[in-house]
C-alpha cells in the first residue's frame, strides 16, 4: 500500500482544514491508518487511529474535541478534520498505516510511530495571523 496525504496549507487562527490521505494499492480497512504531526523542532506526536475492525477512532488527548478523524472506504481515503486551529497547530502533518496483522488501534501503544509501517510524504499545515 503507499499513502498520499494533501490538504495542508495557511490558515489563520480559529479556522479549520481538512487533510487526506489517500491510500494506493490496497484497501485501507485493511490496515490501521494513524495520523502523526511533527513541528519544527519537535518530536513526532500521535494524533489519532481508525481501527480496521470496527473502525473506532481513537484520539490523543490534547486534540481531542478539534480533530476528528473519518474513512471513505468508497474513496479508499481517510480524513483529518482540524477545527478552531492554533499556531502551535503547525507541522507536518503525516498519515501512517500498519499493515500487520494487528489492530494496534485499540491498544494503548497505538501512539506508538514505530509500528506504523508505511508513511505517506506529510502535508504541511502552517497557522498564522
Known amino acids: 500500500v503507499q499513502l498520499q496525504a494533501s490538504g495542508g496549507g495557511l490558515v489563520q487562527p480559529g479556522e479549520s482544514l481538512r487533510l487526506s490521505c489517500v491510500a494506493s494499492?490496497?484497501?485501507?480497512?485493511?490496515?490501521?491508518i494513524g495520523w502523526f504531526r511533527q513541528a519544527p523542532g519537535k518530536e513526532r506526536e500521535a494524533l489519532s487511529c481508525?481501527?480496521?475492525?470496527?473502525?473506532?477512532?481513537v484520539y490523543a488527548a490534547s486534540e481531542k474535541g478539534r480533530f476528528t478523524m473519518s474513512k471513505d472506504s468508497a474513496k479508499n481515503t481517510v480524513y483529518l478534520q482540524m477545527n478552531s486551529l492554533k499556531p502551535e497547530d503547525t507541522a507536518v502533518y503525516y498519515c501512517?498505516?500498519?499493515?500487520?496483522?494487528?489492530?494496534?488501534?485499540?491498544?494503548?501503544?497505538?501512539?506508538?510511530?514505530?509500528?506504523?509501517?508505511?508513511w505517506g510524504q506529510g502535508t504541511l499545515v502552517t497557522v498564522s495571523s
Open positions: 494499492g490496497a484497501p485501507l480497512a485493511y490496515f490501521v
Open positions: 501512517a498505516a500498519d499493515t500487520s496483522l494487528r489492530d494496534i488501534c485499540v491498544d494503548d501503544y497505538w501512539t506508538a510511530g514505530r509500528l506504523y509501517d508505511t
Open positions: 481508525i481501527s480496521k475492525n470496527d473502525g473506532n477512532t
